[in-house]
């Protein structure tokens, strides 16, 4: 599958910015979906994953009740709304596909095949 990801750029602190991903090329909603970010000098670490039936969700703890993993699965999309940002969310986000993986290991990057090739997002304080 290969998974093309949008919508990053320049934003304030507070504000918001909506992140996509496009998949193409097999079955989109046999896909467990994440997104990962890797700021400057720093490793890359979880952010958000949606089981392929969009039913489970996961979030990295720092980014609870701010950012929002969504998928259409008609359309081949995942979304990841971000919410009251804050300038250590600095970083190239990435999305990524896996096939359908245990529970357990859906916030972890090593199942995850499929990476698209990451979008800026620039938080400035």
């Known amino acids: 599958v290969q998974l093309q990801a949008s919508g990053g750029g320049l934003v304030q602190a507070g504000g918001s910015v909506g992140l996509s991903c496009a998949a193409s090329g097999r079955t989109f909603r046999d896909y467990d979906m994440a997104w990962f970010r890797q700021g400057s000098g720093k490793e890359r670490e979880f952010v958000a994953a949606?089981?392929?039936?969009?039913?489970?969700?996961r979030y990295a703890d720092s980014v609870k009740g701010r950012f929002t993993i969504s998928r259409d699965n008609a359309k081949n999309m995942v979304y990841l709304q971000m919410n009251s940002l804050k300038p250590d969310d600095t970083a190239v986000y990435y999305c990524?596909?896996?096939?359908?993986?245990?529970?357990?290991?859906?916030?972890?990057?090593?199942?995850?095949?499929?990476w698209g090739q990451g979008t800026q997002v620039t938080v400035s304080s």
């Open positions: 990524a596909a896996t096939p359908r993986v245990v529970l357990s290991a859906l916030a972890d990057a090593s199942p995850y095949d499929y």
């Open positions: 949606m089981r392929w039936s969009g039913g489970t969700t």
